[in-house]
C-alpha cells in the first residue's frame, strides 16, 4: 500500500492593528522544505505534526512556514508571498504523484494592510486549486485566534488550543494530526461550523484556570462526550487588539453529523459566554498601590503583571513603568526586562562595572511611557541564545524550544537589575533571565510584560502576583480603543451590548 502524501504548511503571526509598525517579511522566520522536518523534536506545533505524520509512516510534502513574533499590521505583500508559495507547492504535489491530506499549522490571528482575514482567504485559495476541492484539510491553531465562518467553511478539522498558558500546543497539533488520520481511516471528514459570539474578552481575562473559560471549555468536552458526531468542539477566547469585523469570542465545532447537533452545540456555547460575559473582565490593581503593598512584604519574588505592554500580545516590550515605579518605591533586588537594541547597541563597548548615563524603553509605543534616563552600571553581555527549560512552554508552540533575544547586556539601576534584549521576548520561561546570570527565585520582585501566558513558568516560584494597569497598546480596557471594523454590538466595546 502506498504511503498517504500530507502537505504541509504553517502560518503563525498575532497582528496587533493598533500599533503604528508594519510587519514585513524581514521579521518572519521561514522554514522550507527539508528545514521543516528538521524540527522533529523541537515541541512545536509543526513537532506534534511531524510525530503523527511519523507514527502513521505518512510522506510529509513540506512546503513553507512563515511565523513571527506579534507585532503590528502584517504587509500584505508577506502574505502574497506567503500564498504564492503554498499554492505553488501544492500544484506541484497534485500534479505528480497526488495528495491525501492537508495539514496546516496556524495562529489564526493574522490581519495584513490588504486583508482582514487571511487564514480565511489562504484556505479559500487552496479549495480552489483543481484538485484539492475534496482533500481532508485539518490543521492546529492558537486559542487567541480569530475564528471565522470562511474559515470554518473552507476547512474540515482546524483544532484549537485547549490552555492558556499554552501548554498544549503541541498535544492540540498531535490531537489535530490524528483527527486527520481518522479522516482518511474512515473515508469520510468532518464539516466545521462557526459562531461568533457578541464579546471581546481582554487578554488577562481569557486564562483557563479561571471563568468564563474553565466553565466554557468543561461544557465542550461535555458536548464531545455527548456527541459522538461531533469531532471536536472548539473554544476560542479571541484577541483583543486586532479592528476586524469578527474579532472576539468564538467557537466552532466539527462534526460528520447534521447541521442541527452543531447548531445546538453552539448554542450553548455561546449562550453560557453571555451569561458569564463579565467575569473575562479582569480587575487590576494601581501601579502605585500595588507596589506600595510589596514593599511591607517580606520573601518573594513577589511578581508584577504588567498586560498594556504584554509581548504575546503585540506590544513592544519597552515600557518604563514597573521599572519607575520599582524605582520611586525605594525597591531593591528586583529585576525587568526591557527589549531596546539601541540601549543594548550603546553597551558594546562598556567594561564590567563601568556606570553610564543611559536611555531606555519607551521607544516602541506612543501609548506608555517615555523613555527613563539611568545612571546604569554594566553587568554583562551576551549573543542572548537560551533553551527553554519548559518544553511544554507558551513560547514553544511556534518556536521550538531555542530561542534568541538577540545582543542582549545585564545593567543595574539603583538595586534594580534590568535585562536589556535587542529582540522582545515573550517572558514565558524562566531561562530568559537564568541565562544571563539572573536567578528569578532570589529576586525580591520581578517585572513581568505578559496577561496569563507567564503563569506556567512564574507561578510556581512566586510569593504572589499583582497584577497592574498601566497605559499601552494591550490596556485591558479595551472599550478605550478606536474600533472602527468590529461588528457592533460587542460586550464591552458597544453599549447596546450590555442590554
Known sequence: MAKRRILFAGLFHETHTFVDEITGLGDFTVYRGEEILRRRGDGSTTDGFLEVAEARGWEVVPICEYAALPSGTVDHAVFETYCAEVESGLRQALAGTGLDGIWLGLHGAMVTTACEDPEGELLARLRSVPGAENLPVFGVFDLHATFTAKMAHHANGLVAYRENPHSDARESAVRSAYLLARALDEGSSPRMFARIAPIMWPPPGTGTADSPMRDLAALARQIEAENPDIWVANVVAGYAFSDVPDAGVAFSV???????????????????????????LPQEWDLDQALAEISTRDGGPWIVVEPADNIGGGAPGD????????????????????????????????????????????????????????????ISRSDGRFTLEDRHSHLAASRGIHFSMGPSAVIRVEGVTVLLTSRKTPPFDLAQFRSQGIIPEDLFAIGVKAAVAHRKAYNPIMAGSYTVSTPGPCTSAIATLNYRRLRKPVFPISDRSTQ
Open 254 to 280: 466539527a462534526t460528520t453529523g447534521d447541521e442541527a447537533g452543531a447548531t445546538d452545540a453552539l448554542d450553548r456555547l455561546e449562550a453560557l459566554a453571555i451569561s458569564m460575559r463579565g467575569l473575562g
Open 319 to 378: 515600557d518604563t513603568a514597573v521599572l519607575r515605579g520599582f524605582l520611586r518605591h525605594g525597591l531593591r533586588n528586583c529585576a525587568v526586562a526591557i527589549a531596546d537594541a539601541a540601549a543594548v547597541q550603546s553597551l558594546a563597548d562598556a567594561r564590567q562595572g563601568e556606570k553610564r548615563r543611559l536611555s531606555i524603553g519607551g521607544k516602541g509605543s506612543r501609548l506608555g511611557a517615555a523613555p527613563l534616563e539611568v545612571e546604569a552600571e554594566f
